[in-house]
């Protein structure tokens, strides 16, 4: 569960990036920061929201509750890892490999004359 919420934000927050990026014109720094400040508010309600719904499982609530709450805890503690880890970590990540990387997104449309993929239509 962690994991498929820390890809899912991951991949956001690399879109996003990539968007300022490509679109905007930033840096790959610039980029990379306003990327995370866009995302950190919908970021932080999702694992705030996780969190708080896995607290009764994680304190072990309920009818044979103390054999659950381990998976809760591992839970908790893997978001917050997760969380961590996309909003600092992954920015950095982004901003080496991107480094030298042109700032535009080539199209891949055959249809498209900017496309190494053109190709013309033959006119009758």
């Known amino acids: ?16 990036a990539e968007r300022y990026r490509t679109t905007k014109g930033m840096s790959v720094i610039d980029a990379a920061w306003e990327a995370g400040c866009a995302r950190l508010r919908p970021l932080l309600m999702v694992v705030i929201g996780m969190i708080v719904a ?10 044979g509750g103390e054999q659950a709450a381990p998976l809760g805890r591992a839970v908790i503690g893997g978001l917050l890892a997760a969380t961590f880890t996309t909003m600092f970590i992954l920015p950095l990540i982004y901003a080496v ?3 030298g ?8 449309d055959p249809d498209d004359p900017t496309s190494k993929y053109y190709e013309p239509k033959a006119t009758t």
């Open 1 to 16: 569960m962690a994991l498929g919420v820390a890809g899912a934000d991951a991949i956001l927050l690399i879109a996003y």
């Open 101 to 108: 990387a042109p700032a535009y997104s080539p199209s891949l």
């Open 54 to 63: 896995m607290l009764p499982l994680a304190i072990g609530m309920g009818g």
């Open 97 to 99: 490999v991107q480094r």
